[in-house]
Each structure stands twice: as C-alpha cells, then as structure tokens.
C-alpha cells in the first residue's frame, strides 16, 4: 500500500517534537498533527485576562495555551499548540531522584536505568538548552530563609531551566546548533513563561525540535483533532482527524501511514486510546490502559501578602527550588504583574480532612478571619502579591482514567477518572507549614488550592501515566522501548509512559524518554 506518511505524530510537545526530528533524520516521511495553534512570539496574550487568547476552550473559539481540565479525581492543568506544553511550562528542566529508577514498575526490565537513559538526559539537555538560571529573586529569598529556618539550607538550589540567557533583550545568531537553528533573543526576565513568552527567552520546542524537524521536511498540521487510530489488515493504519477549534468541526478527514506515535500527553494519550480500544479501532492495547495514573504527587498552596508595597512577581516563572524532607520538592512560582486570572484557584489554608470534614473547617476559617477571606477573593494584585508554592512528591499513588457517562452528560461517553487503593494527596502537611512559614515573612495569608479544600480534588500540573512502560501486557501498555504492546510501529512518547512519580518537573525526563525510545525505532530502508 502506498501511505500518505511513513509515520504520523500525534502532539508536538516533548515527545511529539522529539519523535518528529529524530523520524525525519531516519529518513522517514513525518506529518505531525497538533490539536492547538500555532504562535509566534507577537501572538501571545500580554495578560492572562485575555481569556480567549490565553485558555484552551476550542469550542467557543478561546484558543491559547492554558487548558484546565477537571475530573472526578484531578483538576488538570496542561499546554496546547505547536509546541505543546513548552509553550506554558515554567522552563524547569530536573532529571529526577534516584527512587525513579528503582520504581518496581519497571525496575527489572533493564539492569541500570539511570546508567541506559543517562546519554539521552545529556541530549535533551544539550537540545533544550539547559542552564542554571544565574540569579533569583525576592520570593526565592523567602523559601531560601525558611530553608534555614527548617535547617534545610544545603537542599536549596536555582532551577535549572530551558532558558537563554544573555544580555537581556539583545538577538543573537543561533547559540545552540552551529548556526542550523534560529537566531534567539535573551531573556528579560519579565517571568512570563506561563502566559507564553514574547521576547523569545525560553527554549520552547518551536525553536528546537521542532524547527529542526520542519527544515527537514516533517508538515506540522495545527488546529487539526486526531479523532480515531485504526489499524489495516496490512498493518499500517487510518488517522482519523476534523478541525479542533469552533462549534462546527466540519468534515473529518483520513490520513494513511505505516505507523503512528501518539505524543498528545497523558491526557490526550489516554482519551483517544480509550476511544480506540471501546470502538474495536485498536482491540489490541492492553487491558492496563489507564491503570497507573499519577499527579507527580502535586499539590500547590500559596502565601499572598496582605499589603502591596513589595512585589513578588519579579523573575523568570521558576527560580528556585527546595527538598523540605527527603520526599518533598517546593519550587517557587510566579505570574507577571497583573496576570490575575488565576486567582480564583487560591483561598484560605485549610489542614486536611475528609470529603466532608474539610470543607467545614474552611467555612470555621472564612468565619473566623474574614478580613482575610475578603482579601484572598479579591482579584487585582494577586499575582503582584503572591507567591505560589508547586508542591511535588516522590511517593507513589495512583488513579485510574476511565471512560464513561458523567452524570450531567448521560448521553456520551467522555474521559474521567476514580481512585485507586493508593490514592493521590490533596493535602500535603509540609505544603501548609511551608506556606504559612512563607507567609510569616512577607505579612501574608497562607492559602490552599480551592479544589483540593472544597471538593477534595487534587491539582495537577504534571499529569503522568496510563500508558506506563511494562514487562508484558499483563503489566504495562508499551514495553521498555516504547512500542504498545500488539502492534508494529506504534510508539508513545509522551508523560503517560512515564512510570512512577518524579517529585520534579517531568519534561526533561519525557524528552530524555522518547530520545531512548526514538533511538531503537530502525532506520528507513531506501
């Protein structure tokens, strides 16, 4: 059969970006399809009020980078576009602790982990452009004085970030690929990493993977929804796709190819592989499809100053980062100044408890301070105000995606999830005493993420798994090089492979993952 593409990419963030370049250097013929749009630098919104150029709500024609996403168990916060999540993330790129390694998910299935994925952290880092951040700022003085304070000092550090830096402001040529990549502009420490950045500072995967990718012929497909996968009897496969922004999606369009990788993150992974296996496209994908989800053990708490005669808004998004115990990772996160539009995720501190319990001992502490209620509701200077604190864990915990009616929808199937024997945190001790401890500082309201005090819902930045890296069927969806277990040039490349709970930002560890996994994919033979 002649196909339109050797293989189709299904996402262009960390994985999609890398399977496209490393594909298309094979000598493979590789069309990337991608849900979101395409920006330059000009195109991002300069506040996140702007609402329909900033979130991710396609149907009603809102179409930026921010996609929220809540789920009978998580609230999900994500990135779309070409680029995907490199275009919202805060530019932080950890390789992961050692307890990754020896997750029993995957321990067995090679003799080192750290030793075989080593040379492909070092390539993704050297292709993300990985560097200390050189300085920080008044809200990383504060957890590095609460660091001391908890006698932790020595487990402070800067982010290492996907950042150029330079003189700020001033464009250089290409500083990374001997003059094959774009010319790149320092810099200006505006900290709008998470709105989209406009003077062009951040390593986002537009001016590396991808725009090497494009030179080399791969066609990047924007707006475009891959709606169904199916396999052929000649084992190639159908990729069923309609436009993904406005009302009416028009008419769905089939593209051929010898083989697929789906790269549409672990939310997107998961969804359309649900779909797939409930409608006989794929039968084949392994019953553990959607078993091991994990939130990176993530809760996010806050400290906002009751004056605001100091600004914490200063600096890149993520500049500094802190082990408060041996399983607790606190980075330090920022919006610029008047980028208030996430206020409404923020409230009052509230201890954990149950479902029910919880909740009442918030209204206790609305009652009992509710000066301070009034101020944490109130939206204009929240960000020049606040300090949020992103909260991660190594330990491991797990929900289930599912595909199923919700309550308010009995008519469609649609994605959700439900808890395991091992379920996620939505109330971490040491988040609520680092916030308080912060807030101590800066005369300021310890505050709590209003999903995880009012419906017990934990928050998400870092969705991973679904998808997880097994022995065999009976264990995982792909095996130790990526490919789904079932069918021939099927691979996943993005966070819902990874296997256990990080306690850092994963994007560095999926980038070095799908490396690993592009690494055994053969070359095209002429």
């Known amino acids: 059969m002649n196909y339109d593409h050797d293989y189709v990419v299904i996402g262009s963030g960390f994985g999609g970006s890398v399977a496209a370049l490393r594909l298309a250097e094979k000598g493979y013929s590789v069309c990337v399809f991608e849900s979101g749009r395409r920006f330059r630098q000009e195109d991002f919104p300069n506040t996140n009020w702007k609402l329909w150029n900033w979130l991710w709500l396609p149907r009603?024609?809102?179409?930026?980078?921010?996609?929220?996403?809540?789920?009978?168990?998580?609230?999900?916060?994500?990135?779309?576009?070409?680029?995907?999540?490199?275009?919202?993330?805060?530019?932080?790129?950890?390789?992961?602790?050692?307890?990754?390694?020896?997750?029993?998910?995957w321990a067995g299935l090679e003799a080192d982990w750290k030793k075989t994925l080593s040379p492909f952290f070092k390539e993704a880092k050297r292709m993300l452009g990985v560097n200390e951040t050189p300085k920080i700022w008044?809200?990383?003085?504060?957890?590095?004085?609460?660091a001391r304070e908890i006698g932790r000092e020595k487990y402070f550090r800067p982010t290492q970030v996907g950042i150029f830096f330079g003189e700020p402001g001033v464009t250089v040529p290409?500083?990374?690929?001997?003059?094959?990549?774009?010319?790149?502009?320092?810099c200006d420490y505006s900290g709008r990493c998470m709105l989209g950045c406009k003077n062009g500072g951040k390593n986002?995967?537009?001016?590396?993977?991808?725009?090497?990718?494009?030179?080399?012929?791969?066609?990047?497909?924007?707006?475009?929804?891959?709606?169904?996968?199916?396999?052929?009897?000649?084992g190639g496969y159908l990729i069923t796709t309609q436009k993904s922004i406005g009302l009416f999606t028009g008419k769905k369009q089939v593209t051929t190819a010898r083989g697929v990788i789906f790269a549409a993150g672990a939310l997107g992974t998961n969804k359309l592989l649900l779909e797939c296996k409930r409608n006989d496209a794929l039968p084949k994908i392994s019953d553990q499809l959607g078993k091991i989800v994990r939130t990176n053990s993530e809760v996010m708490v806050a400290a906002k100053a009751r004056s605001g005669k100091q600004k914490y808004c200063e600096g890149i998004s993520i500049a500094s980062s802190l082990f408060v115990d041996d399983v607790t990772h606190i980075e330090t996160v920022r919006y610029p100044e008047g980028a208030d539009a996430m206020f409404w995720l923020s409230t009052l501190a509230?201890?954990?408890?149950?479902?029910?319990?919880?909740?009442?001992?918030?209204?206790?502490?609305?009652?009992?301070?509710p000066i301070d209620f009034i101020r944490s509701i109130i939206p204009f200077g929240w960000a020049k105000r606040s300090i949020i604190l992103l909260v991660m864990q190594t330990l491991d915990n797990q929900l289930e995606f599912v595909w199923k009616r919700r309550w308010w929808l009995p008519f469609k199937r649609t994605l959700t999830s439900k808890p395991s024997e091992r379920s996620t945190p939505t109330y971490i001790?040491?988040?609520?005493?680092?916030?308080?401890?912060i807030a101590r500082r800066i005369n300021g309201i310890p505050q709590s993420a209003i999903t995880e005090v009012l419906f017990n819902i934990p928050l998400s930045a870092h969705i991973l798994g679904g998808c997880a890296i097994g022995?065999?069927?009976?264990?995982?969806?792909?095996?130790?090089?990526?490919?789904?277990?079932?069918?021939?040039?099927?691979?996943?490349?993005?966070g819902s492979i990874v296997p256990a709970n990080l306690g850092v930002n994963p994007s560095l560890t999926i980038t070095a993952l799908a490396e690993h996994v592009m690494s055994n994919v053969p070359g095209k033979h002429r």
């Open 60 to 105: 009603f024609y809102f179409s930026g980078i921010q996609q929220l996403t809540l789920l009978h168990n998580v609230f999900i916060l994500s990135g779309t576009g070409v680029g995907g999540g490199s275009l919202v993330y805060c530019a932080v790129l950890f390789e992961p602790p050692d307890t990754f390694y020896q997750d029993l998910q």
């Open 471 to 494: 022995e065999d069927n009976q264990h995982g969806v792909v095996d130790k090089h990526g490919k789904v277990f079932g069918y021939d040039n099927m691979y996943i490349v993005d």
């Open 350 to 369: 509230t201890d954990g408890g149950s479902r029910l319990f919880r909740p009442l001992k918030y209204i206790w502490n609305c009652l009992t301070h």
């Open 174 to 186: 290409d500083p990374y690929f001997g003059g094959k990549g774009p010319s790149r502009t320092a």
């Open 138 to 146: 008044r809200s990383d003085e504060m957890l590095l004085d609460y």
């Open 204 to 234: 986002s995967l537009d001016r590396n993977y991808l725009y090497l990718a494009e030179k080399l012929g791969v066609k990047i497909v924007p707006e475009t929804k891959v709606v169904k996968v199916e396999a052929t009897s000649d």
């Open 429 to 437: 001790p040491a988040a609520n005493q680092a916030a308080r401890g």
